[in-house]
């Protein structure tokens, strides 16, 4: 219990780091405690001597520290390995189910919470209907609400609990946690999410753009051999969740990969809600493609009108998503020339329901990019669908409470 107590003091008081890092262990530096933990990371069990040839520590380090990693949780016995004599010796692997997280993704009319495992694994879930400009009091507090009852549900205590991850629809300033300047979330500017969350749970509470998160979820749990990625959601609003060279890329303020505000040449006479015209937000996101087949005679208010009537066959809604494509496409094709990505993924809750969207996008950014740009990109439908930024905001907790630094302070505290 001391050992489990002196793990959780020590990832609450290292909080404010940067949990955007990769937690892979640096080349030629494996004598560090943190990352020979790091090599157990991947799930193969190994043996004490099996660390040692790789690791070139003394057998009593990496016994120690092994020791160490099991009294906290993080390290179990995995079987025996085989012996051609004698006592066959004992296997080690990390142990996802040590702890748990806390993941929220608080969309404009919606809130997903779920439980997860270190690994990732989904435990229990639950999607709320909220709207985020009922404020930061009201949605965090169901937020809490319902994430206390879903320990429950799986089976964990709140001493479980490693950290907490938010995804939230607006420019964060992520070492803070502090939503900044939003557009569609009244009352949240400035708001400290962190201290209103760690009231009730004394863990790691990291906060993130919706956007980013979903790029980070959609590339561990399917694409980590792209290291060029772009995540594009297309919702009530317009997206991008950047990674460049391994590292998701935040800008200097928080709004790295806002495209929704991106001027669009068709759209000189459409005015957005941010006080400009001719945004891509006003001409090809949900709501906005609604609006275009209200104006011609069709019931639609919303992004899932849109999708209902192209399921339906309806040849106007077709084009017009078709179109929105088209205008997603005019932005990507200079984000491709910029940041050359080897794979674009559409998601969100418009994106991801249909094909005709992509299809506009693709024929666009094929056109209209360097040839040399798309020699190797792909463009794709999300495979995570909505737990795209659940299991984004797990791993951002677990980048964090996983690194080499925090399993060191870990290691530290248990003598």
């Known amino acids: 219990m001391h050992k489990q107590s002196c793990f959780t003091m020590w990832m609450t008081t290292a909080a404010g780091t940067d949990a955007g890092r990769t937690s892979a262990p640096e080349a030629g530096n494996l004598s560090r405690p943190g990352n020979l933990f790091q090599l157990l990371r991947d799930g193969r069990a190994r043996t004490r001597a099996e660390l040692v040839e790789t690791t070139g520590l003394a057998r009593s380090t990496v016994a120690a520290r092994i020791d160490a990693l099991i009294s906290s949780g993080l390290v179990g016995p995995a079987g025996e390995a085989s012996s051609s004599g004698g006592r066959p010796p004992s296997r080690f692997a990390f142990n996802p189910a040590a702890r748990v997280v ?34 930061p009091d009201a949605v965090l507090g169901r937020v809490v609400a319902a994430g206390r009852e879903l320990l429950a549900e799986a089976g964990r205590k709140p001493g479980d609990l490693a950290g ?21 979330m009244p009352g949240w500017d400035g708001f400290d999410v962190v201290s209103y969350v760690q009231r009730s749970w004394p863990v ?15 590339r561990t749990a399917y694409w980590p051999d792209h290291q060029n990625f772009l995540f594009i959601k297309v919702a009530t609003g317009i997206g991008a969740g950047i990674i460049s060279s391994g590292q998701l890329q935040r800008g200097a303020n928080g709004t790295a990969g806002d495209l929704g505000h991106v001027r669009v040449p068709r759209g000189d006479d459409v005015l957005c809600r941010c006080g400009n015209h001719g945004c891509l937000e006003a001409l090809a996101s949900g709501p906005a493609v609604a609006r275009q087949l209200q104006a011609q005679g069709l019931e639609a208010s919303t992004g899932g009108d849109v999708l209902r009537l192209v399921g339906e066959g309806n040849l106007q809604a077709i084009q017009a998503l078709r179109q929105a494509g088209r205008d997603v496409g005019d932005v990507l094709a200079t984000v491709v020339n910029l940041l050359n990505p080897s794979m674009i993924i559409i998601g969100g809750s418009v994106g991801e329901s249909g094909e005709h969207l992509v299809a506009g996008i693709r024929e666009v950014v094929y056109r209209r990019s360097l040839p040399l740009a798309t020699t190797h990109l792909r463009i794709g439908i999300s495979m995570a669908g909505q737990r795209a930024a659940v299991l984004g905001a797990s791993q951002m907790v677990t980048q964090h409470v996983l690194s080499p630094a925090v399993i060191e302070a870990t290691l530290q505290a248990a003598g």
């Open 204 to 218: 790691p509470v990291l906060v993130d753009n919706d956007v980013n998160i979903m790029a980070l979820g959609e």
């Open 102 to 135: 806390l993941a929220v993704d608080v969309g404009a009319t919606h809130v997903i919470v779920a439980v997860t495992d270190l690994g990732g694994s989904v435990l229990a879930e639950r999607r709320l209907a909220q709207e985020v400009a009922d404020g």
């Open 164 to 184: 907490m991850g938010i995804g939230l629809p607006g420019p964060v300033e992520h070492h803070t946690g502090r939503p900044v300047k939003p557009p569609i």
